[in-house]
């Protein structure tokens, strides 16, 4: 399969240097903008846009399908039925919007005053509304010319446009700041941006898929019911997203502040670090899993998923480690001292990667089989236990509440649910786990204890000092990886690749 092979080396790494980018320019405004904007103007902007969120359930997961069907439909040359998928869902997107839009409107006019917001920041809170409102109007249409260019397994594309996006975004908005504007102008600036750059998405589509028109005798309802049919497990995927990690937000602003959401922001942003890095390697799974299913290549599908859940592991497992051992320093050196009392919250929030680190990819390649059914059932009574979990405990002890909330239910039933997904997928779970547990976990426990020694030894006082312990650390368990985790096939590989030799996978 050298082919596939290529694609997802091509994809993971465009992923890979995109989100990594852009992540470390969220992390760096982050502080710069609530140092400007304060932590009340800053939280009011994350519980807005907690709410627009909510409303992503509105996808019914349409555009995980829509990736599917292009890159099944591309694979196969059928020109005809990529314009009915992309017209079909263009139809929808732009309704979906247009919904959205409307319910926005209504919560920033009516709705704004539940929450403990200061009278005061009212108006403000009513303004961000209405134009997160209009950006969701111009956005969603736009989603299936984006969502398209994935299925195309074009992610370096994509990268590219969101590398720049990322950039003159993060330029725009420093400029606002320091020449007095506030959290509404740099809202309004992201919409401007973004729209713009959903044109130049459309520009690389047309000429991807020159063949690709808005036509109306391409949108049939049939089409639609087809992508429905395989997105309505995707949607009830977004749901148990929501219900696990959308609710937090809404929670503080009701029961403690809408300060705290934005100290609970800085664990967060942490705890997405990990989220971040370990999405890259599955990222491009389920265009690249879908072309071996359409091709029948079961073998190949069954060594991917093997491979990349090892790789996976070995990713979730190095980050949450230096994560969890160094939250304070990273914490005191980011935000200030301020916020170091989120660094328990941090190490709680992070935890449970050690105990789900080696199945996640099995998720793409269950979709792609279409034996998500009970997966998801299960998921989502996870999902609900977490919310009523949650609820229960923010009265209580306020942001630790919705942290263990989310955090103690993926723990316990992690050792039930992973097996599961393997056995739904025909893998033999000794053979997944004696090829992936031992060749990450060792590297790991050796990076834990490294780390211990190094702080009992050196006191973190500069970020010079702080910045070469993580990279020490890293190197400790990426060389451990290379000699244990790796086979020579991989190994020849990873040097074809950072040889940049043609043949590389």
Known sequence: MPGIKRKLVRNTIANAIMKFWGYIIGFLMFPFIVGYVGVEDYGLYLLVGAFVGYFGLLDFGVSGALVKYVAEYNAKNEKETINKVINSTFVFYTIIGVVICAFVLLLGTYYV???KIESGDLWKARLIAYLMAIGALTSWPMRSFSTSLDGLQRYDLSAIINFITVNINAIVTVTLLLRGFGIVE?????IVIGALSQIIIVLIMKKLLPYVELKKS???FSTLKKVFTFSSVLFISQLIGILMFGFDRLLLGIFVSVAAITYYAVARKLFDIVATVTYIPQSALLPAATELEALNKKESSTKLLIKTSKYYSAVCLSTTVL???LAEPIILFW???EFIGMAIMTQVFISYGFFTSFGGVANSFLLVKEKYKVILLILLIISIANLILSIIL?????????VLGTTIPNIVTAPILIPYMLKQLDIDIKRYLKSIVPQTYIPALIMSVSIYLIMNFITISSIVILGSVAIISLLIYYLIFYFIGLDKEEKNDLFRLITFKKNVV
């Open 113 to 115: 005053d539940f929450f």
């Open 186 to 190: 740099i809202i309004f600036s992201g």
């Open 394 to 402: 923010v009265q209580y002890i306020g942001i630790m509440g919705v």
């Open 218 to 220: 391409y949108i049939e």
């Open 335 to 337: 935000m200030g001292s």
């Open 323 to 325: 994560i969890f051992f």
